[in-house]
């Protein structure tokens, strides 16, 4: 539905704004090692989002995760996809170090 001041107005809120999700599949082996929930945890400060490669709601399968932004609104597809690119970057050199902890 097209509204005169905020555009398209679309039925889920997340798709509201510029609405975009960059991603990257990246294999993380020693982010899984050290445990998902504490991936999730530190996706939640670097502002991205781990889903595993089948999807939001496909599960986890592996090592490989898909890390996309986790915000969609307020901010400009430059910005959006900065975040994901700083933040998949901090994840890799976080999973060389947890590699070699656990002897990788």
Not at 62 to 76: A, E, F, M, P, V
Request: proline share 3%.
């Amino acid at each position: 539905m097209l509204h005169k001041k905020y555009g398209y107005l679309h039925s889920c809120p997340t798709n509201l704004g510029t609405g975009m999700r960059a991603s990257v599949h990246i294999d993380l082996p020693g982010w899984t090692k050290e445990g998902v929930d504490k991936l999730k945890a530190r996706c939640e400060e670097l502002k991205v989002q781990p889903r595993g490669t089948r999807g939001e709601s496909g599960g986890q399968t592996g090592h490989t995760y898909d890390i996309s932004n986790k915000h969609r609104l307020g901010y400009s597809e430059v910005e959006l996809v900065q975040t994901m690119i700083d933040g998949v970057n901090t994840l890799y050199k976080e999973d060389l170090e947890f590699q070699k902890k656990h002897g990788m």
